[in-house]
């Protein structure tokens, strides 16, 4: 059984809740995962397997200055992977969706071996996805879930929601924006109420707003030297529409 094929079974078996039908392939499975991950491996660790087997640029490296090469540490035991730097809800909404576009996209213009992710972050409320070398079909991928992240709430990834700024800015959703943290309740629990009231009333000004929706698509100005001004635009209202049905039909966060 090759590795690929281990991780079909698995994911299979993961997401159906089921080693049925094929319980004999589950169980050569099984084995192969403690070979590679020892025998008290735990979800996580098999979650986050599967994951860098599907999407290896998301294995976390360092560059070793002695081979002049970037290499995994020894005591890596697949305890996190890269995605883990992407905000919670994000990462909810469509972290798996955009590994996945950006795997196809390098698989095309044969970049998977050299790619690397230095950083994922949230900065001024839209997601920065770090990476080099720089390939266009990448590139556009980036630049489409950075401009739909900006109304995606950060914590639980619920779709159209307002940028609002809570201390900085960020997409919240109303829930998440008027939820005082258990550091409040039990620090301040004289003014959790007020501190509602409030934050309902804040919230409540952004979204009037009317910036509140997922964009449809974007724009791009490029410039260059025998065309002049160019401007580029891009449709993204399928991959909008999708994390809304995968939001609606409830979505599993894993880490
Ligand atoms: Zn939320």
Redesign the pocket.
Known sequence: MTEKQVVEVMERVRDSGSPLPNIVEYSEALRKVSEILGSNYTEKQLDNWILINKYPFLMPTYWNRETMQYEIDKDYKYDFTLLDKMPD?WRKAFGEMMCEEIYNALVECDGLDDYRIEDIKEKLGSLRWCSYPSYKEVEEIIDKYSVLSENI??????PD?PMTNNGRLSP??????TTPSDWQKREHPEEIERWIEFRTEDWEEYDYEGNNKMADSYTVESWSKEYGEKTTRYDISRTANMIRSKYCNGTKIRK
């Open positions: 809800g709430c950060i914590i639980c990834g619920k929601v919240f959703c109303k829930k998440c924006f």
